[in-house]
């Protein structure tokens, strides 16, 4: 009984005294009924707050203290001369040690319109706010945020010490390492000196007390990520698909790897995932199977990334077909031309298939590999370096799956053009030839070319001056 009283007493000392009537722009803000930024009270005594305003209240209280609890009663009332005040009464029987926090009163409309104030509720035998169990918190240390271990206490002039394990004390210097009783040590800029294991200690009644944290620095760094197929995939229906998405993160990440596929809402998919490590990075797998795929599996088939805040994805798509087939057609008609001289020039056939078929090319009947070193295939196509006049003739290009028992063979003509040229021209002399006047003369042209040519004969009059006549 006199404990109680006592808290009353000492929330009457410290009320806010206003007047009943509400005048415009009184209580914007709620008012609490104590005018001290904190109190101080015992284990076991009662904790009472009143809080009045002009709207709806409601209270906010520390993360140890339940509002549904035997212990906690809240009354809420009209209030003022007029009733045109809401008040609220907190009462909270026994008050322990882990109710020490904060306690805000606010609007149930307007959040930021609040009043507060931090309770200590002191107990010899529990310095701590917190009582651990055997395994240390994980706290985090971030890139360019403070560093906190959070050891709050129970009473606001309890003498705690920083230690790291396992007997390194560090003492507070009000700069980068800040000590309060009611958030505990923060480091305001970590180095990598911070990465183990600490501890919050005190000595109370000559028994040590500690609240013990392991620090942990995330990493978020995603370097790469790649699926094991990056074009497209083409497979049939029936067979299987595996898909292998590939994270490779820096040391100490922690990356989260999903999919986003076709068929996801049918859970058709299995996943499998691992991860290993190497000297200087982290390696993540998550593979994606599909037994058997049907033609409802088809389309883009996605791998999401995320650690922290960082985002990747790569994606592929996936093309499923009935059943094998070869469909092989002239690109552009039955009969090609290249040209004499030319560096290189390509048969390429217009050919789908799946899968990927066997090709030989034959030139007039023969292995065109096997005539010609300037011949060879690149997939599908034949490729003719230096092209030369007997490059010429008939090519058949041969298709085959052999597992499917399926065949097709496609027959083309090369034409090779080769430029005119004369064969006396290559010879004659640089000087004209003269003859006697009233002599017959036979002149031959030779000429040789693919098309073959055209050969025109034109004749120059005599020159002026008695002068020979010239033939050319």
């Known amino acids: 009984m006199f404990c109680i009283l006592f808290v009353m007493i000492f929330g009457l000392s410290g009320r806010v005294l206003t007047k009943d009537t509400d ?10 009924d104590v005018t001290e930024k904190q109190l101080i009270i015992e284990r076991n005594q009662t904790l009472q707050l009143n809080c009045r ?52 009163c606010r609007y149930r409309q307007k959040h930021r319109k609040q009043a507060s104030v931090y309770v200590y509720i002191t107990d010899s035998q529990r310095p701590f706010v917190k009582v651990q169990s055997e395994i240390p918190d994980v706290v985090y240390m971030k890139e360019g945020e403070p560093l906190v271990f959070p050891c709050r206490v129970t009473n606001p002039d309890a003498k705690v010490s920083l230690v790291k394990f396992p007997f390194h004390p560090i003492a507070p210097d009000y700069r980068n390492i800040i000590w309060n009783s009611r958030q505990g040590f923060t480091i305001r800029s970590p180095t990598f000196f911070y990465i183990g294991l600490f501890s919050c200690e005190t000595i109370v009644n000559g028994v040590k007390y500690s609240n013990k944290f392991l620090t942990h620095r995330p990493v978020n760094k995603i370097l790469d990520v ?3 197929s990056t074009g497209l995939v083409h497979t049939l229906q029936g067979q299987m698909l595996a898909l292998n998405c590939t994270v490779t993160a820096e040391w100490n ?39 058997r795929l049907s033609k409802a599996d088809r389309g883009l088939y996605k791998c999401h990334v995320t650690s922290g805040p960082s985002k990747r994805e790569t994606n592929t798509t996936v093309i499923v077909y009935d059943q094998p087939f ?12 290249a040209s004499a001289g030319q560096k290189s020039f390509r048969l390429t056939p217009k050919l789908k298939a799946f899968p990927e078929p066997e090709v030989i090319w034959l030139k007039d009947g023969m292995v065109a590999a096997e005539q010609c070193s300037r011949y060879h295939v690149d997939r599908f196509s ?52 003269t ?38």
């Open 382 to 433: 034949l490729v003719i370096r230096d092209v030369a006049e007997e490059d010429a003739g008939i090519y058949t290009i041969h298709t085959g799956i052999q597992q499917y028992g399926l065949f097709q063979n496609l027959t083309l003509t090369l034409v090779v053009n080769v430029k005119p040229q004369i064969g006396e021209k290559a010879v004659s002399s640089q000087q004209p030839g």
């Open 326 to 337: 070869i469909r092989l057609k002239h690109r552009d008609g039955p009969v090609v031309h």
């Open 23 to 32: 005048t415009k722009g009184r209580f914007s803000s709620p008012v609490l």
């Open 226 to 228: 790649y699926l094991n």
């Open 253 to 291: 990440a922690r990356v989260s790897i999903s999919w986003t596929y076709p068929q996801k809402a049918n859970g058709s998919a299995t996943i499998i995932r691992r991860i290993s490590r190497s000297r200087t990075n982290m390696l993540f797998y998550s593979v994606l199977t599909i037994p």
């Open 435 to 472: 003859v006697q006047r009233g002599s017959r003369q036979a002149l031959h042209c030779t000429s040789h070319g693919v098309p073959p040519p055209q050969i025109q004969w034109l004749w120059h009059p005599c020159p002026p001056k008695g002068l020979p006549a010239r033939l050319a």
């Open 53 to 104: 305003g002009r709207w709806e209240l409601q209270w906010v209280l520390p993360s140890g203290t339940p509002k549904v609890h035997h212990g906690t009663q809240i009354e809420e009332t009209r209030c003022g001369k007029k009733n045109n005040q809401y008040c609220s009464r907190l009462m909270l029987s026994p008050a322990l040690a882990q109710h020490t926090g904060s306690y805000r």
